[in-house]
C-alpha cells in the first residue's frame, strides 16, 4: 500500500536516543518507500514553554539531527507550523468536533501537566492534540511513526477525520499510528526520556558528555546485574539501551556482566551509545546550517500548497 506518512517533533531541544528508536529511525526506513512529511512543530512550543529566544537556535539544532540522521530532503518534506497558516484554519471546524470531556481525559496531556514546570495549564495543551489533527489530515496522512505517548493523539485525529467524514462527505483517511523498536525508551532517571526532564542521551552529545551523564544514571547496589524491568527497573533499563545500540538482547548483555556490577554496565552502555552515535555525530558536524535552512524554506513552500488545497476542499465540503 502507498502511505503518506507524517511525524514532526516539537523544536525543544536537540533529539535524544529515545526519538532515534522510537520514531527516527521507522523515518529513515520509511522515506524509501512512501510519501514523508516531517513536521518542526514551532507553534507547539508554546502549550508549556515561553517562546524562548533559543526558538530559532532550537529548529537549527532539529535540522541538523534530521539530516545527520540521514532524513533525506530529496525524499521528504520538511516544514514547520509557523509557515502555513492553513492548519490553523484547519483547527478551528476540528475543534467543533471534539468534546471537552475528550480532551480532558486524554493520557499524554494529563501525564505533561503532571510534569510541567509551569504553575499554570494553557488552554493550548488541552486542544494541541487537535491541532495535531490537522498536521496530520492536512496532508491526507494515512502513516504516523510515533513514540507511545503520542498514541492518545492519533487516537484523537482518527476521531476527527471519522466525525469529519460523517458531518460533512468523506474528505479524510483514518491515519494509524505506527511504533518504533522502543516507544517509550527511559531516561537516566527511570522516566519517559524526555528533551524538557534532563534526563536525556542526546545525538549531538559529544562523548564525554554522554560519558559523564551515564555515570550519573541512577542504578541499584546489587553487583549482579540481571535483566528484570519489574524489580530493577533503572538497571533493566540502562540494559535496554545498551541492547538497541548494540542490536542485542538485554538479557545476554546482562549474563555477559555478570557480577561485574553498575560500573562495568555504564562502561559498556558509554561504549555502545558512544560507538552507535559516533557516525551520526560525525555527519551531523558535516551539515551546512545555510543549506539545511534551505531546505526547511522549500519543505515549507511545498506543504503550504497542500494545505491550501486541502483547506480548499474543506470550506467546500463544509459548504462555506
Ligand atoms: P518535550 O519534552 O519537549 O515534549 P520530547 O522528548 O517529548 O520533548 P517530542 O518532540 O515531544 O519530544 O516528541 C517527538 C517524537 O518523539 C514523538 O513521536 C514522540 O512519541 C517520540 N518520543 C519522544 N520521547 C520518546 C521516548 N522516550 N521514547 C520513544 N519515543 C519518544
Ligand atoms: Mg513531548
Same mark, same amino acid.
Given at each position: ?147 507511545? +505517548? ?5 487516537? #484523537?485525529? %482518527?476521531?476527527?477525520?471519522? &466525525?469529519?467524514? @460523517? *458531518? ?119 551539515? +551546512? ?5 534551505? #531546505?526547511? %524554506?522549500?519543505?515549507?513552500? &511545498?506543504?503550504? @500548497? *497542500? ?14
Amino acid at each position: 500500500m502507498n502511505h503518506t506518512v507524517l511525524t514532526g517533533d516539537r523544536p525543544t531541544g536537540p533529539l535524544h536516543l529515545g526519538h532515534y528508536f522510537g520514531t527516527l529511525a521507522n523515518r529513515v526506513r520509511l522515506q524509501d518507500i512512501h510519501q514523508m512529511f516531517v513536521l518542526v512543530a514551532d507553534y507547539q512550543v508554546i502549550i508549556d514553554r515561553d517562546l524562548p529566544g533559543r526558538i530559532q537556535a532550537n529548529i537549527d539544532d532539529l535540522l541538523l539531527d534530521y539530516l545527520a540522521v540521514g532524513i533525506d530532503p530529496g525524499k521528504v518534506t520538511i516544514f514547520q507550523h509557523s509557515a502555513i497558516p492553513e492548519l490553523n484554519q484547519l483547527l478551528l471546524p476540528f475543534l467543533s468536533l471534539v468534546s471537552v470531556a475528550e480532551l480532558q481525559r486524554n493520557p499524554t496531556v494529563k501525564d505533561e501537566i503532571a510534569h510541567s514546570s509551569q504553575s499554570a495549564v494553557s488552554g493550548l495543551m488541552f486542544t494541541y492534540p487537535v491541532h495535531q489533527a490537522a498536521d496530520i489530515l492536512f496532508c491526507k496522512g494515512t502513516l504516523v511513526p510515533v513514540g507511545k +505517548d503520542q498514541l492518545p493523539h492519533v487516537e #484523537v485525529t %482518527r476521531l476527527v477525520a471519522r &466525525r469529519f467524514n @460523517e *458531518r460533512y462527505g468523506p474528505v479524510f483517511p483514518v491515519p494509524e499510528a505506527m511504533m518504533g523498536d522502543a516507544p517509550l525508551l527511559h531516561g537516566l532517571d527511570g522516566g519517559k526520556m524526555s528533551k524538557s526532564r534532563g534526563n536525556a542521551i542526546t545525538l549531538k552529545a559529544s562523548e564525554d558528555e554522554t560519558a559523564a551523564l551515564i555515570r550519573g544514571a541512577r542504578t541499584d547496589a546489587d553487583r549482579h546485574i540481571t535483566y528484570d524491568p519489574e524489580s530493577r527497573p533503572e538497571v533493566a533499563n540502562l540494559l535496554t539501551l545498551a541492547g538497541l545500540c548494540l542490536g542485542r538482547a538485554p538479557e545476554e548483555i546482562a549474563e555477559e556482566i555478570g557480577y561485574g556490577g553498575a560500573a562495568r554496565l555504564k562502561g559498556m552502555l558509554t561504549e555502545a551509545v558512544n560507538e552507535f552515535l559516533r557516525p551520526i555525530r560525525k555527519r551531523r558536524s558535516e551539515v +551546512d546550517l545555510a543549506e539545511a535552512r534551505q #531546505v526547511l %524554506r522549500e519543505g515549507n513552500a &511545498r506543504a503550504r @500548497e *497542500r494545505a491550501v488545497r486541502t483547506l480548499e476542499e474543506v470550506r467546500q465540503a463544509m459548504g462555506f
